[in-house]
């Protein structure tokens, strides 16, 4: 999922704006020891902010339902999601509203708190450095700290070199984690956990790196330098060894050693727009799809230095060409590897093969501009993300695959 950062911030800043403009100040709540926020933050909260027809625990519901009571559920966030990211006043909106200097950041209005004098420099800089410092509690506790073993969902921002370390069961962002090496934009555009979820990798549609981070800390730990390139999918085996796609007409494909960081093997020869990239449990057989054309490549890894390289056409006989008919952009195998299964973007298809003989079984419409893949191994649902077509009414959606009966069974759309 990409997201340009600032169009976020204002789209998440606006939906906020819905409920803060209702606030005002009347009785305000003691200070006691249930509270956990740092005495400095909480005499600042408790004046400003958790007080009577605003942010606190009867009010809160007319108030975006923010409720700022008490640091833990200042940690629940509003109808519109996070408000204090920890380490990032950059990223947590509780900054922009309470915000009056431009040059300190966004500033957002209505201007926090309403119907008031708005923070003093010293108590907005309070408010900046407790964020700075992770936000803790008067105990010293990080929100979020805790969350090393639990599961996580990355997310790369390409507009500002970002990713976003999301709560999976409440949809809330945790942390913002800066990726890249250099001041220039080199957009992340894939994001995948290691096997033993112990590290997450990321490349860059416009770099030249793949970096490696902690997961339990987010602590970049690796990093390699690959090449300038059209980097656009990375694709993890079993065995910590990835590949990666070089989109470009005289394109390639890297074999990596992750956990050591460096290039094993780099596969070049004859590839034209390597895309997509699956890859056999056996871990001996690739399929890696070519972003213009009408076919896919099939790729014997027995040997994974010395690969031998098989094009398929995803038309029955029709020949191979590199004329935009189809252009198969992800590919993914289905639970018992049976079957894989190929987006079509300039075609709006799903289009099925066998493996046995890499013959086309079954062809579906969808949405316009289908691209991402994902199976859900559990019940064999694959969901595949459509773009649609900007400024038409092709509008974007997530269409629900089931992979057991052969049929679409949902389409979740949206502007």
Known sequence: MNHNCNAKKLIISALILIGLITCTSEQILNIDDSIEYPPEIASIIHTQCAISGCHNSLSYQGAAGLDMTNWQTLFNGSRAGAIVIPYRPDFSTLCYYTNTDTTNGITLQPTMPVNASPLSKLTYQKIVNWIQNGAPNKKGIVKFADYINKTKLYIANRGCDVITVMDPNTGLAMRYVDVGNNANIEAPCMIKVSPDKQYWYVIFNQGDIIQKFRTADNTKVG????????????????????????????????????????????????????????????????????????????LNISNPLLPIIKEISLEPNIPIST?????????????????????????????????????????????????????????????????????????????????????????????
Do not use: H
Request: with cysteine; aromatic share 10%.
């Open 323 to 415: 004329n935009p008919t189809l252009n198969p952009y992800q590919i993914i195998l289905n639970a018992d590897e049976s079957k894989y299964y190929i987006t079509c973007t300039k075609a709006s298809e799903l289009r099925v093969l066998n493996t046995s003989n890499d013959s086309v079984v079954d062809i579906y419409s969808t949405g316009s501009n289908p691209t991402e893949l994902q199976l859900s191994i559990t019940n064999g649902y694959l969901f595949v993300s459509c773009l649609g077509i900007p400024t038409t009414n092709r509008k974007s959606s997530i269409q629900v695959f089931d992979t057991t009966k052969q049929t679409i069974i949902a389409d979740i759309c949206w502007s």
């Open 223 to 298: 990093e390699l330098n690959i090449g300038n390139g059209i980097w656009g999918t990375l694709k993890l085996q079993m065995i910590q060894k990835a590949f990666i796609s070089d989109v470009n007409f005289n394109g390639r494909v890297l074999y990596i050693n992750i956990e050591s960081m460096q290039l094993i093997s780099t596969y070049n020869i004859g590839l034209r727009y390597p895309l997509g990239i699956t890859i056999n449990k056996g871990d001996n057989k690739l399929y890696i799809t070519a972003k213009e054309g009408n076919y896919i490549y099939s």
